[in-house]
């Protein structure tokens, strides 16, 4: 077995999508000391992860690029740098750049290139590397982290950052069932899948939320025509996002709430006053997301899940709206007479000739319905590290090196992202960001919290590693 081994100040991230590259980043950009950092990602360009790999031009970042910033001490800078580099990429910036929703490759070129960036300004001699493999295993000690890679190298560093993103669910049993016709999309973002289904009549998306806009948009974009049929499990939809100030701070009229009800009584009182005052809902949850993760750190593991069970689907409705060009699109169809969207599931598929026969629960019933595609908007929902078919996962909980959360969403860990084994121990030099801490602070999915605990995880590292630098 070969061994690679790094200098004495180092940090291996396994990851290299948005989380691991901005972590990388304000490593480099924050180390008063020399710094040997390695990225473990399978890609081969750093900062796109699943999310900013599309080469669509239709999958758009879903906020302004006011607020995406990868320095939040400095706004304004992505908004400037799309100035600058948007044109040469393929995109023109609108004259309101700050308000405008770039493409999300855009976004990607944007992290590598700043990630890039500090590289070659890097004080104290620090450098990164890129092992553009998979992580299979990993075994701690209290100040050696080793990770072994597909071809049996293994890495060893002074701290570890797991920045596993997200994973696709499997396909369910209904959907198997199509796994290999070739009117089947699995992945929304599948540009040969989406090849095959264009030009059909009638094509079924399961979902309803950000990753239908995607399809849509990808669809319409390949000159389809046809009809859409739009389910979800509670008949929601998607809405585009608005221009609208934040509502007022409503929750900080007296202690926040530590129950799924009190919130959600909360919440529709304000939604009843907003309504009354005739402003826009849609500030309502800009109110509500500074208070998330005290919300969510101050409630039961039982309050947890009954927010996961009952809220959840709502909320991600209502925080997570289409960008206003994709929503067009929507608008677009749906005038059309071409797109209807209502509450079923698919309780099984059948083939009859070309066409694929679904069988819908729709609450009142069983229906039968045909078409000539179907694509899987599910996205990628899989949270459950129980459930993940991944090696690298599967090694984890085996080896008791991690554990899942008790919320079912990711894996435990501090509120400050240190990993918990198996037995209850906190790990001394073992992290996480991102996607794994789900179940410790529920919306750090997103770019504004991957960017935070990007800050913060880069001061707990480098005062552990420069003890001196903490007055």
Sequence with gaps: MRIDRIAHHSV????????????????????EVPLAITVIERRAELGRGVAYSTPDPVHLVNGPAEIFSLYPEDPG??????????????????????????????????????????????RFGSTLRHVGSSASALVSTPHRIRITIADGTVVEADEAVLALGVFQP???????????????????WDADAL???????????????????????????????????VISRRGQFVEGRRTVAAARDFLSDGPLP?????????????????????????GLPLAIRPHILTLWQGASDRERLRFIRHLRPYWDVTAHRSAPESHKTIETVISEGRLAHRR??????????????????????????????????????????????????????????VRPHSTGYGIDATPEGDLINEEGRVHRNLSAIGHPLRGVAWESSSITEQRTQAVALADRILAKLTPARVA
């Design 170 to 188: 499997r396909l369910s049993e209904a959907e198997a069932t199509l796994a290999s016709h070739a009117r089947f999309a699995a992945n929304p």
């Design 344 to 401: 079923a599931r698919v309780l099984g598929f059948g083939l009859e000739g070309d066409q694929i026969v679904a069988r819908l629960g729709t609450g009142t019933g069983i229906e039968t319905a045909r078409f000539d595609g179907v694509i899987d908007c599910r996205g990628h929902q899989l949270h459950d590290w129980r459930q993940i078919a991944d090696p690298f996962v599967k090694s984890l909980l085996a080896s008791g090196e």
């Design 77 to 122: 800078h992505l908004s400037r740098w799309l100035v600058e580099n948007g044109a040469g990429n393929g995109w023109v910036p609108p004259v309101d750049v700050g308000s405008s929703s770039p493409p999300r490759y855009l976004y990607g070129t944007y992290v590598r290139d700043e990630l890039a960036r500090a590289v070659s300004s890097a």
């Design 195 to 229: 090849d095959r289904v264009s030009g059909c009549e009638e094509i079924l998306l399961i979902g309803s939320s950000l990753s239908m806009v995607d399809a849509i948009a990808s669809m319409e974009a390949r000159g389809n025509r046809g009809r859409y049929r």
């Design 12 to 31: 291996t991230i396994v990851g290299g999508g948005f989380a691991g590259a901005v972590t990388a980043l304000k490593l480099l950009e924050r180390t």
């Design 258 to 282: 530590v129950t799924a009800r009190d919130l959600l009584s909360r919440v529709k009182a304000e939604r009843r006053a907003i309504s009354a005052a005739g402003t826009d809902w849609q």
